[in-house]
Antibody, heavy 121, light 108 residues
């Protein structure tokens, strides 16, 4: 069965870095676009980043552009999110999400359970 | 930056029709998608490409789009449909994804 499992969340200080990972299984990872979607505590969903199936195309929300980098290792079936210069407003549950269709006009058909990132001094 | 606007809350009695709207300037040319999120759970897709229903989603869920507005309709809402609902689409360039602010549906 299709599974995406996030890891790497935790409590960090403002201005520091953190890398999230998402281990995918049960499908041919290298043929699917992937996304990160985040949700601040008690708030709504926010799309954060996109990477194409081959890693050749990436897009970011304005709120994370220049600070976050999405990447993937298709040989390891793993998606990453490198988060630098973290701010208090980045505190969120981060979901790894599979895109069923190409690009951003896509169904998000499988979601992980999320990993919580807390940015606090 | 681009925004999708939803009403914060909608309330209906069991068996009534619930309508949740989502407005955005790019919607005339971009699909809308709808997600249901129950407390403490990951979101679930309930409508894609404006009006298509994934397998396993009850027929009472339907979607439509007209001009700058997309609408999720739950015909005969059930107590188990209580959840937050989010629309999703992209900006006109297609390079940024956007979720609406979410609508809390109360069925009581």
């Amino acid at each position: 069965q299709v599974q995406v499992v996030e890891s790497g969340g935790g409590v960090v200080q403002p201005g520091t870095s953190l890398r999230l990972s998402c281990a995918a299984s049960g499908f041919t990872f290298s043929t699917y676009d992937m996304h990160w979607v985040r949700q601040a505590p008690g708030k709504g969903l926010e799309w954060a980043a996109f990477i194409s199936y081959d890693g050749g195309t990436k897009h970011y929300a304005d709120s994370v552009k220049g600070r976050f980098t999405i990447s993937r290792d298709n040989s390891k079936n793993t998606l990453y999110l490198q988060m630098n210069s973290l701010r208090a407003e980045d505190t969120s549950v981060y979901y790894c999400v599979r895109g069923k269709d190409r690009w951003l006009q896509s169904r998000f058909d499988y979601w992980g359970q999320g990993t919580l990132v807390t940015v606090s001094s | 930056s681009y925004e999708l606007t939803q009403p914060p809350s909608v309330s209906v009695s069991p068996g009534q029709r619930a309508r949740i709207t989502c407005s955005g300037d790019a919607l005339p040319k971009k699909y809308a998608y709808w997600y249901q999120q129950k407390s403490g759970q990951a979101p679930v897709l309930v409508i894609y490409e404006d009006n298509k229903r994934p397998s396993g989603i009850p027929e009472r869920f339907s979607g439509s789009r007209s001009g700058t507005m997309a609408t999720l309709t739950i015909s005969g809402a059930q107590v188990e449909d209580e959840a937050d609902y989010y629309c999703y689409s992209t900006d006109s360039s297609g390079n940024q994804g956007v979720f609406g602010g979410g609508t809390k549906l109360t069925v009581l």
